[in-house]
């Protein structure tokens, strides 16, 4: 019994000595319990703005749903806004310069590149200008000849063109016309053997290749640049099929080279952009020209038996006329007819005095002409074609140039072929230096020449 009632008063006073203890127990855990509601009711408000941006999200359709604007939408015969073709310019003119060929097609029109008039490498050009020409070296298994020229040309065209460098530029005053225009060409040229005691021409019928000569040359040009609008009016065509087949991706629609040709242009209009643009070429386009020449020449000879050595002096002089044409780009034909009054040294010969010296025992003998000179007028007809081959860049020499000769003496029927071939290229990439073959039929004698050359750039003029 007394054990119970210790117990009892043990769990009384227990209790007395927690009952506050437990109170701020409670307390506590309410305010936990607010603090707590506080941050899920916040946390509920979140939840809430994600759920609507999810939902946001989800309703956008998917991206092979939704249809791709092009940047240039053509129309129902499957054409090209001009408006469209205007931005499509703007924004890609930058990125390649080639794009701005199309340019013709803006409200302000543009301008067209043409190069006068299809000479290989601007030769010329289109400024009013002179030059010194390289000078020129010819070497043969004979001998050879040095050659230096001076040139000037201008240049004329209306209003709507102009002349920059080496092309002609037209406004939109040009776009519906063909532009015609005018290359005034003028040459002064010297020559000399590099040694008058051997052969000194090189496969030619030109009388006056055998001594010094000079020769005053003008040439008129003649060229058509083409209305722009026919030019360049398959570009639009060729960007609708680029557009059509690569939908959003206008990338693939700048650059205007071969393989956009190749894959969005038929193979005329191909052909036709290419002439005009890539090619930079004036197609038939032609020249005329009319040269005049003088050559001075000494001739040496013995005048008698006596084997005394002596020396005439010729002028001699041409005059002569030609055409040339440009067919295609790297390409010409020219023809040329010259009257020439030259001289001829006489036949070679060893002869010996018939009357020896008393109380020598041997006869003086002397090789040489023993006559003076003798007329010898022609008249050469000389067809030639110049072109540019362009060859792989693999290759040992990446371009290579041919301008075979053909001369023909309608007064002796003479005849001569010559043959250079342009195989190294200076820093600038014009052809300067190479190999050439002749052959002649000169009285009756045959002879075949090999030799080298270097000098000026080869271009498709051969005035």
Do not use: W
């Not at 063109?161 to 002064?188: E, M, N, P, S």
């Not at 190999?435 to 080298?452: A, P």
């Amino acid at each position: 019994m007394y054990r119970i009632l210790m117990l009892a008063a043990l769990a009384f006073g227990l209790s007395q000595f927690g009952q506050p203890a437990l109170a701020q127990t409670a307390s506590e855990n309410s305010a936990r319990i607010e603090e707590l509601e506080a941050q899920i009711n916040a946390l509920r408000a979140q939840n809430e703005k994600l759920a609507e941006l999810v939902q946001s999200l989800t309703d956008i359709p998917a991206a092979s749903e939704a249809p791709i604007e092009p940047v240039i939408v053509l129309t129902e015969d499957r054409k090209i806004e001009p408006s469209a073709l205007t931005a499509f310019l703007d924004k890609h003119a930058d990125k390649d310069s080639s794009i701005s060929a199309i340019a013709t097609f803006k409200d302000t029109a543009a301008t067209q590149k043409e190069p006068i008039p299809a000479f290989v490498d601007g030769s010329f050009g289109t400024a009013r200008r002179s030059k010194l020409s390289e000078v020129g070296i010819s070497a043969s298994n004979d001998n050879g000849r040095v050659a230096i020229g001076l040139s000037s040309s201008s240049f004329n065209a209306p209003d709507c063109a102009l002349a920059d460098g080496d092309t002609v530029r037209v406004d939109d005053r040009c776009l519906d016309q063909t532009t015609r225009y005018q290359q005034y060409v003028t040459t002064a040229s010297l020559s000399v053997p590099t040694n008058k005691n051997g052969d000194t021409d090189f496969a030619t019928l030109d009388g006056l290749a055998t001594g010094t000569k000079a020769e005053l040359r003008y040439t008129t040009y003649f060229g058509t640049v083409p209305r722009v609008r026919d030019i360049y009016s398959n570009v639009p065509r060729a960007l609708a099929k680029c557009i059509e087949a690569n939908p959003g991706k206008e990338e693939a629609c700048v650059t205007l080279d071969g393989q956009f040709l190749k894959d969005y242009m038929e193979s005329d209009e191909r052909t036709k952009f290419a002439k005009y643009v890539f090619d930079n070429t004036v197609a038939n386009s032609y020249g005329v020209t009319f040269s005049g020449s003088i050559g001075y020449d000494k001739y040496p000879y013995f005048p008698d038996t006596q084997f005394k050595k002596e020396e005439t002096e010729r002028v001699s002089g041409s005059i002569g006329a030609g055409l040339i044409y440009f067919p295609d780009h790297g390409t010409s034909f020219s023809f040329e007819g010259q009257y020439q009054h030259t001289f001829k040294a006489a036949d070679a010969a060893t002869r010996c005095r018939t009357d020896p010296d008393p109380g020598n025992d041997f006869l003086t003998c002397a090789t040489g002409a023993f006559e003076k000179p003798s007329k010898a007028n022609k008249f050469i007809l000389a067809p030639q074609y110049r072109k540019v081959i362009k060859a792989d860049k693999s290759d040992l020499f990446p371009r290579v140039a041919v301008a075979p000769r053909f001369e023909y003496d309608l007064l002796s029927n003479d005849f001569a072929f010559d043959v250079p071939i342009y195989l190294v290229a200076d820093k600038d990439d014009g052809m300067v230096a190479g190999i050439r073959l002749g052959f002649e039929d000169k009285n009756d004698e045959e002879d075949v020449k090999f030799g080298v050359f270097y000098g000026k750039a080869f271009d498709l003029t051969p005035f």
